[in-house]
Nanobody, 121 residues
Framework: QVQLVESGGGLVQAGGSLRLSCAAS????????MGWYRQAPGKQRELVAS???????NYADSVKGRFTISRGHAKNTLYLQMNSLKREDTAIYYC???????????????WGPGTQVTVSS
């Protein structure tokens, strides 16, 4: 089985910073891509940032220049550095991974349970 667990969320004042972490474990053969999504109350879940196996990244327009996604040297780790936080960044943040559990298997997506980020003003 594959498990993703997020950490690093919390309460921060506007203009502050947080660093989210995601640890993936279980029967992982290879990771195709990983990303961070977020969902605020009454809103749709949206892509915040993603990173592919070749290191290419993609960011939502709302976070460009403020957030940075990265993979750790241990490839089962994922980070999201969030700077200059705004109240509208308040949401539950979810870690996502598109991966193969074994050679020849179809790639599948897995999700973490989420971590709350609250930005006050």
């Amino acid at each position: 089985q594959v498990q993703l667990v997020e950490s690093g969320g919390g309460l921060v004042q506007a203009g502050g910073s947080l660093r989210l972490s995601c640890a993936a474990s279980g029967s992982i053969f290879s990771i195709k891509a990983m990303g961070w999504y977020r969902q605020a109350p009454g809103k749709q879940r949206e892509l915040v940032a993603s990173i592919s196996s070749d290191g290419s990244t993609n960011y939502a327009d709302s976070v460009k220049g403020r957030f940075t996604i990265s993979r750790g040297h241990a490839k089962n780790t994922l980070y999201l550095q969030m700077n200059s936080l705004k109240r509208e960044d308040t949401a539950i943040y979810y870690c996502n991974a598109d991966l193969w559990v074994r050679p020849g298997a179809m790639a599948a997506e897995y999700w973490g349970p989420g971590t709350q980020v609250t930005v006050s003003s």
